[in-house]
């Protein structure tokens, strides 16, 4: 039973919520304090949520709150259906979504399913003897001969991606920090376990899920080496440069066809609910939107799925866009992308693609109206409707053991992860305690009190372009089909049912001017930009936008 079946809620009931849904992903720990421990937690988030109503987001993504000895910040999980008292109690969380509901906001939350805690009860079972209940429940090896790991599979947090226990005397399996074990799901127990949890949240009226890294759910049983990757091949769009993770084709560590048959089950679990999604994160340097298309195709595994080509250093250009999307429809006919330019992991985008300080303003416009309308849905990060640049912090203030791990040619992902600024004072207006991150002090001028009612605000041009979004289902639904990608010109036809809609970007800081379709175009308005047409030649000012109905 829904528990939250009895709460007044403006949603309406469409299972293809989803489609072309703006996400307003939020990282707890940094959203809002409500107790001044310095340390974001779930009253914060229902505190906020009129915030998020007024953005005009469909959806929020809220990150690991359950509890976890907070290694890596939650993304080690000792118990998956429970709230941490870091973030407060179940009762807070029952509170949330009744909030979001009501507010028209649906709520997904993170599942990190391929691995937990080490003091997870169930690890801490599993590693006390070979012999005992849950002794096959994650990845165990015998050593070679001379001692040394079970093959050459890495962590993505460096070094091997094994660990020995001197009680079993074997190896585990941590494909990330050595605190995080990973279960095997080759074992139907585990599985079971698992669709429990997904059940669980489902009773308790969550509305979907985010699936952390889902294409490392299986491993190989027979522990087959990985092969090297050509140095040509090499990327860093999921792991640093810096790290030899990269040097590797992962084909037996993670990306296993076995995968297909567990999301299918995970599947059917969500379909005896009304209304429900999940959206999947893909991470692989070299197959990652073919995984995706996989894992969305047929209509009976997720819904969505995002990789991270827009998520890595790459720089963003007109032609760059177009590869991306034309091979996603390639690889993935029947899938459907879920895309963002920042989330918690990344490089803050208005600093990894960063324009002059002068046109900081206009570069975030541009990119934010550029990421709504491409074909797909849409995450939006906390912070990136203000236009946060990366927070630039000291060694001793980092608490992200990756970053630790690879100071200073890798800085982690602290910078992106500083307190919400809500107010222009000193704390932000996030926390009356000591926030557990620095707040950086070039945040405070792009607080949300700062921009509110500006019309010239970063803010208040997300807020207009989301309604503006909203007003044409072209640009949420319709197939794309790209026009230009010369220079820095990008353009793109949406079509959706009888409305043809033609967008031209101009992704340079110099005024450009483009071309003028065939075909009648009648302009439109509520988007934010300004432009003019003469000579059948459309005038873009830098970092602008053109948006038309085309007949």
């Known amino acids: 039973m829904n528990i939250n079946a009895t709460a007044s809620s403006t949603l309406q009931p469409d ?65 998956y259906t429970d709230v941490d008292p870091l973030f407060g109690t179940l009762e807070d969380f029952d509170e949330l979504i009744a909030e979001a509901h009501r507010l028209g906001i649906r709520v997904m939350i993170d599942l990190v399913l391929s691995h937990t805690s080490d003091v997870h009860p169930w690890f801490m079972e599993s590693r006390s003897s070979r012999t005992n209940a849950k002794a096959d429940w994650y990845v165990w090896a015998d050593s070679k001969p001379d001692g040394t790991p079970p093959n050459n599979w890495l962590s993505i947090f460096g070094g091997s991606a094994w660990a020995w226990d001197p009680t079993r005397q074997q190896y585990y399996l941590h494909n990330f920090l050595t605190a995080q074990p990973d279960l095997n799901l080759h074992n139907p127990e585990v599985q079971e376990a698992l669709l429990a949890v997904e059940r669980f949240w489902l009773e308790r009226g969550v509305d979907g899920f985010r699936l952390d890294t889902i294409n490392f759910y299986f491993h190989d049983k027979e522990l087959r080496d990985n092969p090297a990757l050509p140095p040509a091949r090499r990327n860093a769009s999921t792991a640093p440069a810096v790290n030899p993770y990269n040097y590797q084709e992962h084909i037996y560590d993670k990306n296993r066809p076995e995968n297909l048959e567990f999301l299918k089950r995970f599947r059917a679990v969500m379909d005896e609910f009304p209304a429900i999604a999940a959206v999947g994160e893909v991470g692989d340097g070299q197959r990652g939107l073919e995984i995706a298309g996989e894992y969305t195709s047929g209509d009976d595994k997720v819904h969505m799925c995002y990789a991270f080509e827009f998520l890595s250093p790459d720089p963003l250009t ?5 590869e991306v999307l034309e091979q996603f429809r390639e690889v993935a006919p029947e899938g459907w992308a879920c895309w963002a330019f920042s989330n918690h992991d990344v490089v803050r985008h208005v600093s990894r693609w960063g324009a002059s300080v002068s046109d900081h303003v206009a570069h975030a416009k541009l990119l934010s109206s550029l990421l709504m309308s491409l074909r797909g849905s849409v995450c939006i990060y906390q912070g990136e409707e203000l236009a946060l640049f990366e927070a630039d912090l000291a060694y001793e203030d980092l608490r992200d053991p990756y970053g630790i791990q690879f100071w200073p040619d890798f800085k982690g992902r602290d910078g992106c992860r500083t307190p919400m600024v809500w107010e222009s004072r000193l ?21 949300v009190a700062m921009q509110e009612g500006d019309p010239e605000s970063v803010l208040e041009h997300y807020r207009r372009f989301l309604q503006f979004r909203k007003r044409h289902p072209a640009l949420a639904k319709g197939e794309i089909e790209f026009v230009e990608t010369r220079g820095p010109l990008l353009g793109l036809v949406r079509t959706h049912g009888n ?16 071309h003028k379709p065939d075909g009648t175009l009648e302009l439109l308005e509520g988007h934010g930009f300004v432009s003019d047409i003469k000579d059948n030649k459309i005038n873009l000012p830098a970092w602008s936008a053109f948006f038309a109905r085309l007949a």
């Not at 949520?49 to 007024?54: I, N, S, W, Y």
């Not at 007109?318 to 177009?322: C, D, I």
């Not at 992704?507 to 483009?514: D, I, L, N």
């Open 499 to 514: 409305e043809r809609l033609f967008c031209l970007f101009n992704m340079s800081g110099e005024a450009v001017a483009g």
């Open 15 to 79: 299972k293809d919520w989803w489609r072309g849904a703006v996400i307003y992903q939020i990282y707890p720990r940094s959203f809002q304090d409500t107790n001044g421990d310095g340390i974001g937690d779930l009253r914060g988030i229902t505190a906020r949520l009129p915030h998020v109503a007024a953005l005009g987001a469909d959806a929020i993504w809220i990150s690991p709150f359950f509890i976890s000895p907070m290694r890596d910040f939650g993304y080690d999980v000792s118990n």
């Open 318 to 322: 007109p032609a760059r866009v177009a």
């Open 427 to 447: 704390d932000g207006g996030f926390s009356e305690g000591r926030p557990w991150l620095p707040i950086p002090a070039n945040h405070l001028s792009h607080a």
